[in-house]
């Protein structure tokens, strides 16, 4: 296997053309490129361009329509209700963008519903972008089933990430991404691409079993984050994702790995908040001051600081991949 670098541009070029020759538009070619693209700079790849031959087959079979408008409808004065319409979860994500930042500003909080929607990527990545606009953001977001109730074998849950980021004055946002399994499904469907053997503590077999056979893994269930606990927490995000958005349970939801049967559904479910809400004190500046406590502490680091890190790399001196990787997505549709 050969390693080759190329610009963040490159690919988002490359990403966008596989999409557009695989029946998807332009605006959502580019859309979902740019997400794949960022989550290849924060150092993701499972949810990179290793992700663009199962997208690409989803759009040419139609389980994701490529084509796809989101709706976005105004609830309340602070409520958003988002239909994906069984598209990419990233335009819908970029659509309710403004006018949920332009809510939060107005009214202090808002919240936004996300359904019949699809994989949404690095959970961090989007609760950033709110950061940026001096927003704190929390983001729930429900996968297909990959995990069991504490004590059973049937997967109920999905691996559902929560991600959380906040506006410092001076620098970079605080950044927490967390998936509730031990490690996303994306870095064991990375290992299953590479042939590659996982920790025995990441996943079990279909009867249960630890395994270190990423394919067994896939057909399993995952380890979750803090046993009992993680599980709780994935039950919360079931509620907020999809119990109150109207999108499919992580049971009901197809697959986001392959290009057969209904569309996935799934949800997310976006939260964001004005520091100020509180009145005269100074928000960005308390959570600088409590960032400072970590980082200057020796040995410690800030959540999200090691992602910018790379980011930052990225944007220099490129994405470093895998040359048949590329060429496998350059086939694509031809």
């Not at 896939?218 to 994935?234: F, H, S, V, Y």
Request: proline fraction near 6%; hydrophobic fraction near 45%.
């Amino acid at each position: 296997m050969s390693d080759v670098t190329i610009s963040a541009s490159q690919a988002r070029r490359l990403i966008a053309g596989a999409l557009e020759r695989s029946r998807t538009s332009a605006q959502n070619a580019i859309a979902v490129a740019d997400a794949l693209v960022a989550a290849e700079l924060v150092g993701q790849a499972g949810h990179g361009l290793r992700r663009v031959a199962a997208y690409a087959g989803q759009a040419q079979s139609g389980k994701v329509d490529g084509f796809a408008v989101p709706i976005v409808t105004a609830t309340r004065p602070a409520g958003l209700a988002v239909d994906a319409a069984n598209g990419f979860a990233y335009p819908a994500l970029n659509s309710v963008f403004e006018p949920l930042a332009s809510a939060a500003h107005t009214h202090g909080i808002a919240i936004a519903g996300i359904r019949r929607s699809h994989h949404c990527g690095v959970a961090g990545v989007i609760v950033e972008r709110y950061a940026h606009a001096g927003l704190v953001a929390l983001l729930f977001a429900n996968t297909p089933a990959a995990m069991a109730p504490w004590g059973g074998k049937e997967a109920i849950f999905g691996t559902n990430p929560i991600a959380f980021a906040a506006p410092m004055a001076d620098g970079d946002p605080v950044v927490v991404d967390v998936s509730l399994s031990k490690v996303a499904r994306g870095k064991i469907m990375a290992a299953s691409q590479k042939q590659q053997p996982i920790p025995e503590n990441w996943a079990f077999d279909a009867e249960g079993r630890p395994t270190t056979d990423p394919d067994a893994a896939l057909g399993g269930t995952m380890a979750p984050l803090g046993e009992a606990k993680g599980l709780g927490l994935a039950l919360m995000v079931e509620v907020l994702a999809a119990g109150l958005t109207g999108a499919n349970y992580a049971r009901e939801a197809s697959s986001f790995f392959d290009a057969s049967g209904e569309p996935p559904g799934v949800g997310q479910t976006i939260i964001a908040i004005d520091p100020e809400v509180f009145g005269p004190v100074s928000a960005m500046q308390r959570i600088g001051e409590l960032s400072a406590m970590i980082e200057v502490m020796p040995g410690a680091r800030l959540p999200g600081r090691r992602r910018q890190k790379l980011r930052h790399k990225g944007e220099t001196e490129g994405i470093v991949t895998d040359m048949a990787l590329v060429a496998q997505i350059e086939a694509i549709g031809r």
